[in-house]
């Protein structure tokens, strides 16, 4: 059994907005700044590598607690919301109407226009967690976290989640060894 931490980027300018990040590379706000510099991690991730998506969001997060050599993995990089990434969520929703509704009635195979649903995000970081063969603290984003959020819990990503993350927070996982996570602890401070 292997320990994974996951723990979200501070907030950005866009997020702060409400606005969809995706892949889009948007840095770290000064108040995303101050609110990473105030968090103090868990006695739990002291020991625990620490890995990066390739994001500035996530980098200079890493960096601002402590790990500003953290190895970046591609595969922890956000979901790609494609033509929707700068739109709001409710913006998009209004717009396609009931074509947008029964596209996040998809679950797993929710897909945005010309991005990547949340299978294959699954899919792509699962081939990470498979690999992973001691405890590591990922600092990742919402898309990812959601993702293994919802393969440990045995939710089809359909209504609401069965425990609501706290974004501010670390989740805990363990992972089997072909990298099939379990809810250690979540919203973990």
């Given at each position: 059994?292997?320990?994974?931490?996951?723990?979200?980027?501070?907030?950005?300018?866009?997020?702060?907005?409400?606005?969809?990040?995706?892949?889009?590379?948007?840095?770290?706000?000064?108040?995303?700044?101050?609110?990473?510099?105030?968090?103090?991690?868990?006695?739990?991730?002291?020991?625990?590598?620490?890995?990066?998506?390739?994001?500035?969001?996530?980098?200079?997060?890493?960096?601002?607690?402590?790990?500003?050599?953290?190895?970046?993995?591609?595969?922890?990089?956000?979901?790609?919301?494609?033509?929707?990434?700068?739109?709001?969520?409710?913006?998009?929703?209004?717009?396609?109407?009931?074509?947008?509704?029964?596209?996040?009635?998809?679950?797993?195979d929710f897909r945005p226009a010309g991005g990547e649903s949340p299978r294959e995000v699954?899919?792509?970081?699962?081939?990470?967690?498979?690999?992973?063969?001691?405890?590591?603290l990922a600092i990742t984003h919402r898309g990812v976290i959601r993702a293994i959020y919802?393969?440990?819990?045995?939710?089809?990503?359909?209504?609401?989640?069965?425990?609501?993350?706290?974004?501010?927070?670390?989740?805990?996982?363990?992972?089997?060894?072909?990298?099939?996570?379990?809810?250690?602890?979540?919203?973990?401070?």
């Open positions: 059994m292997v320990l994974l931490a996951t723990l979200r980027h501070g907030d950005t300018a866009w997020s702060a907005e409400g606005r969809i990040q995706g892949r889009s590379d948007v840095p770290l706000s000064d108040a995303g700044r101050l609110a990473v510099q105030s968090v103090r991690l868990p006695k739990i991730c002291a020991e625990m590598r620490v890995i990066t998506s390739p994001l500035a969001r996530c980098v200079e997060t890493a960096a601002l607690l402590g790990a500003p050599q953290a190895a970046r993995e591609p595969r922890l990089i956000e979901t790609s919301w494609g033509e929707w990434e700068g739109r709001r969520l409710a913006e998009v929703r209004e717009e396609l109407g009931a074509a947008m509704a029964q596209n996040e009635a998809r679950g797993w699954l899919a792509r970081v699962r081939s990470w967690l498979a690999e992973l063969s001691v405890p590591t919802a393969a440990a819990a045995g939710w089809d990503l359909r209504g609401k989640p069965p425990a609501k993350l706290d974004w501010g927070a670390l989740q805990l996982f363990r992972l089997g060894a072909d990298g099939t996570p379990a809810i250690e602890q979540l919203n973990l401070r």
